[in-house]
């Protein structure tokens, strides 16, 4: 036995869009019969290589374009990246939901995968019928079903209904009870893909403490798919960072999370405008910074971070303010921040102005944020407005990694007073 | 620890249980694989059963209904009305007989031949030999084929019983596990070939009702090979359906045309027919959620 569990060579997966094939059933036949008896096919243009594994036209797209990738036995890797990254897509191959189109994948032990809970459960059969049912699809043996049993029940908090009709159950026992066959599978690889993104807090720190003590206790190896940069941190040893179908980056979980963060420049950070004589007041850049003095708009929920703004005035106003407001992506407008709050009546007087707005932590939900900037005398005339001036990620960490989701627009952590008052006997 | 997997490679020092490649050996139906997922199987046709009969008032006697109002319907229009011959047999186990092996044939193959649209959300999220299914859906067709055997059993000794009629049951009885082969293989070769069409073509799901209910007038289900005119014998019995029904007619009633030349062809076109759709079957298997 050696010590690897994975090793992904070369690996590409090729996607067609559009339509499939030539459009119509006697032309594909035609073309099957010609690659069958070795032909050229009939359809293909002149001069163009049918080589699937090189050709790039535009009906085609590289959902993972040559992966090298070898994972130790009994690491805990986060599989970090934007949507469309590849992700997904690589856990599939993995989980030998489809081929890959070049590449060869080695494993070594069986690998069980979370891809998307509760497959195969059917609404008119019991709990215990569908843990049986979902447990075989997921490859165990029935004796092996049988020997868990009463811990997949326990786990998933259902002794009481086991023999009602699943489609009797709450969308929460339903959840619980699929994570739960999975979670006990006997497998040396777990694949598992924003399976927490379900279910209420308590049952996620629950299935994350499972996966922990997995990894941990019995030494297997897992795979891990989450946007949820403080679970990957607390979870994993180990981060692999794709980026448009390519490994971006390999190394310790930490380097991966600050990888990510930093490579993650899609976010308008910074807007520089070049000065417009036609405004009295303008502003010239504005860019979000975080902690470290990094010019980025991807931030985590635990940190503190700025927004600076260079501001031109050509010709003093006299009641010339300015201010910026963050709007969620629900369309919420969810502060206002202005000079007045702070500085009372700061004068914009003539010559370039910079602020540096210090936002404390946990003020703002984990999302994405557009923010607005602009200069204006109240009710009176706008003389600069940018609508999305910068936008800013704020990316889950920290105190809220275990409830991704908490509801509300706004994340403060209030200081929580406790004094034992002793128990009425 | 399971090390039964087929494909194992040294790789320098390492041993790999499994290898993952674009490409595989098409023949290969990796029995041993199917086996180890044999309790699969198993669920998948117990839930068949509770999924069918939930919340019916009726439940499993519908297994019963089903056939005798076909039987009834058949043994009034084309036995009463168009007057075809029954070989002098009681209509309605003359048709009765005929209908029990052709449903077993007709239900494997309408459900197999959607096997991957039917499926596509599970076989998208996880992996299981994508054989289960259809195999599955054989067995527990099986099930139902013996409920309506029965049915026709009882009707036959309810027949038999009475007399009057010339009904010769015969040693053929012995090769009903060989029908039943034949009708499974063909049946399950045809619809994963249907199958693995239809994730590219979803038109050839319309055509496929049609095409049974035309495959049925061109197999001896509401006629028998006797009665028709000899010039076209020969074309109904190139349908290798055909031999099968006759010979389970001939097995149970003593009627009809029974040839061990014809069964044999019926087979070789089953093993053939199974190998075509095998490769078909491989090739769409480890692809087909791209294209679904």
């Known amino acids: 036995m050696g010590n690897l569990a994975i090793k ?99 494993i070594d032990g069986r690998i069980a995968s979370l891809l998307e809970v509760g497959t195969g459960f059917h609404p008119e059969m019991t709990g215990k019928e569908n843990i049986y049912m979902n447990g075989a699809i997921l490859g165990m043996r029935k004796k092996e079903i049988r020997r868990k049993f009463d811990e997949i029940v326990q786990f998933a908090g259902v002794e009481a209904y086991i023999n009602t009709p699943v489609k009797r159950y709450s969308s929460g026992m339903y959840v619980r009870l699929a994570f739960s066959v999975a979670a006990h599978l006997e497998s040396e690889i777990l694949i598992v893909d924003e399976v927490l993104a379900v279910g209420d807090a308590e049952f996620q720190s629950k299935c994350l403490g499972r996966m922990e003590s997995v990894s941990k206790n019995e030494g297997r190896t897992i795979l891990f798919v989450s ?80 927004l600076q703004a260079t501001v031109n005035v050509r010709r003093y106003r006299e009641n010339a303010t300015l201010s910026f407001r963050f709007t969620n992506q629900d369309g919420i407008p969810v502060l206002t921040t202005a000079l007045d709050d702070y500085l009372g009546q700061y004068r914009l007087t003539q010559g370039e102005h910079s602020f540096r707005i210090k936002i404390d932590p946990n003020v703002l939900m984990p999302g994405k944020y557009e923010v607005l900037a602009a200069i204006f005398e109240t009710k009176v005339q706008m003389f600069d407005l940018l609508e999305q001036a910068v936008s800013i990620n704020i990316e889950n960490y920290g105190t809220l990694y275990r409830d991704s989701d908490r509801k509300g627009v706004v994340a403060p952590v209030f200081p929580w007073l406790v004094s034992e008052t002793g128990i009425n006997k | ?170 040693l053929a009885i012995l090769l009903l596990p060989v029908l039943i082969i034949i009708m499974a293989g063909i049946s399950l070769g045809a619809g994963m070939i249907f199958s693995a069409m239809t994730t590219k073509y979803r038109d050839l799901t319309f055509l496929l009702t049609f095409g ?71 090739r769409v298997e480890r692809t087909f959620m791209d294209t679904v």
């Open chain 2, 1 to 170: 620890m399971d090390k039964t997997k087929q494909e194992m490679e040294i790789h320098g020092e390492q041993r790999w249980s499994e290898v993952l490649k674009p490409k595989d050996n098409l023949l290969n139906i990796r029995l041993g694989e199917i086996w180890r997922y044999r309790d699969l199987i198993q669920m998948f046709v117990m839930r068949d059963f509770v999924a069918t009969y939930k919340q019916t008032i009726l439940g499993p006697i519908w297994f019963f209904i089903q056939p005798i109002l076909t039987t009834i319907m058949f043994a009034v229009v084309f036995g009463g009305f168009a007057q075809l011959s029954s070989d002098g047999m009681p209509r309605l186990l003359f048709y009765l007989s005929a209908l029990t092996i052709w449903n077993y044939f007709s239900e494997c193959f309408t459900k197999t031949s959607s096997v991957f649209i039917t499926n596509a959300s599970i076989f998208g999220k996880v992996y299981f030999p994508r054989l289960i299914i259809p195999i599955s859906i054989v067995v527990s067709n099986l099930l139902k084929f013996l409920i309506q055997f029965s049915l026709f059993l009882g009707f036959l000794i309810y027949y038999l019983i009475d007399g009057g009629y010339p009904i010769k049951p015969n």
């Open chain 1, 227 to 306: 946007h949820n940069m403080g679970a990957i941190r607390n979870l994993c040893s180990r981060g692999v960072v794709l980026n448009n179908g390519r490994i971006h980056s390999t190394g310790t979980v930490t380097e991966s999370i600050a990888e990510y963060m930093r490579g993650n420049l899609s976010e308008r950070a910074v807007v520089t405008r070049p000065s417009d004589p036609s405004k009295d007041l303008e502003f010239l850049d504005i860019r979000v910074v975080n902690k470290s003095g990094e010019v980025t708009g991807n931030i985590l929920s635990g940190d503190s971070f700025e």
């Open chain 2, 212 to 282: 049974i209910q035309l495959l049925m007038y061109a197999t001896p289900v509401i006629y028998s090979v006797q009665s028709i005119p000899e010039k076209y014998r020969g074309w109904v019995m190139m349908n290798p359906l055909s031999p099968v029904v006759e010979a389970f007619r001939y097995a149970f009633l003593g009627t009809g045309q029974f040839s061990v030349f014809s069964l044999t062809y019926s087979a070789s076109f089953m093993v053939v027919l199974l190998m075509v759709s095998v490769v078909i079957f491989n």
């Open chain 1, 8 to 106: 992904i060579e070369d690996v590409s997966k090729l996607y067609e869009l559009g339509t499939i094939g030539t459009g119509t059933l006697s032309r594909d036949l035609q073309r099957w019969w010609a690659n069958v008896t070795g032909k050229e096919d009939p359809f293909m243009k002149i001069g163009q290589e049918n080589d699937r594994t090189r050709r790039s036209d535009t009906n085609f797209m590289w959902a993972l374009k040559d992966i090298d990738l070898t994972i130790q036995k009994g690491d805990v890797v986060g599989v970090i990246g934007r949507n469309g990254a590849g992700k997904s897509t690589l856990l599939k191959l993995l989980s030998k939901v489809t081929a890959p189109t070049t590449g060869k994948i080695f």
